[in-house]
């Protein structure tokens, strides 16, 4: 069972840095595609940024482009996001989403979630 634990999240001043980490577990994740989404109190949960495991082509949402980098430590099977010039609408609780990218289109196991706040 693949299990994903998310660590990083706290509370920041904007234009200050974050880097969040997803440890995955349960599998070997070399078929999978990983990915961060977040959402905000009273939205819809949205897409943040991607990963493929193997050969590491990353996709990110409009909204974060230029300001995140989504990256992969094969050695510590971990998914990281570094968050650099954040803002108050960065504020949500962000998850951490793998799929196996032979299978599914969809991200079908999560984690817990890890809840970043961007506030002066």
């Known amino acids: 069972q693949v299990q994903l634990v998310e660590s990083g999240g706290g509370l920041v001043k904007p234009g200050d840095s974050l880097r969040l980490s997803c440890a995955a577990s349960?599998?070997?994740?070399?078929?999978?595609?990983m990915a961060w989404f977040r959402q905000a109190p009273g939205k819809e949960r949205e897409f943040v940024a991607s990963?493929?495991?193997?050969?590491?082509?990353?996709a990110y949402s409009d909204s974060v482009k230029g300001r995140f980098t989504i990256s992969r430590d094969g050695a510590k099977n971990t998914v990281n996001l570094q968050m650099n010039n954040l803002k108050p609408e960065d504020t949500a609780v962000y998850y951490c989403a793998a799929r196996d990218a032979a299978y599914s289109n969809e991200y079908n196991y999560w984690g817990q979630g890890t809840q970043v706040t961007v506030s002066s």
């Open positions: 349960g599998r070997t994740f070399s078929r999978y595609a």
């Open positions: 990963i493929y495991w193997t050969g590491g082509s990353t």
